[in-house]
């Protein structure tokens, strides 16, 4: 079961490697901030394997749900933010 989490793991981290290079390459700002949000959510998964992974779910569960919530209102921010930015222009 320990390799399952692992590779589960693993495949979370890389496809945040590749979300990652949206946002750093991303042709507009839409898909960064895109990528921002699905860097949020694969964390939030990374969060609940690694939880199952050492038998603690129950912290990580709260530790995932209030960076959930973190991050979605980041992302919140930034789009209000860049949309200001680009009606005044």
């Not at 979370?12 to 901030?33: K, Y």
């Not at 609940?48 to 973190?70: H, K, N, P, Q």
């Amino acid at each position: 079961m320990t390799w399952l989490f692992l590779a589960i793991a693993v495949a979370l981290g890389l496809t945040m490697l590749l979300s990652f290079f949206r946002v750093l390459r991303g042709p507009t700002v839409f898909d960064r901030l895109t990528g921002l949000g699905l860097i949020g959510t694969k964390t939030m998964a990374l969060l609940l394997v690694v939880g199952f992974w050492t038998e603690r779910i129950e912290i990580y569960v709260d530790i995932a749900m209030s960076y959930g919530l973190l991050s979605f209102v980041g992302t919140l921010a930034l789009a209000r933010y860049f949309e200001q930015i680009g009606g005044s222009e």
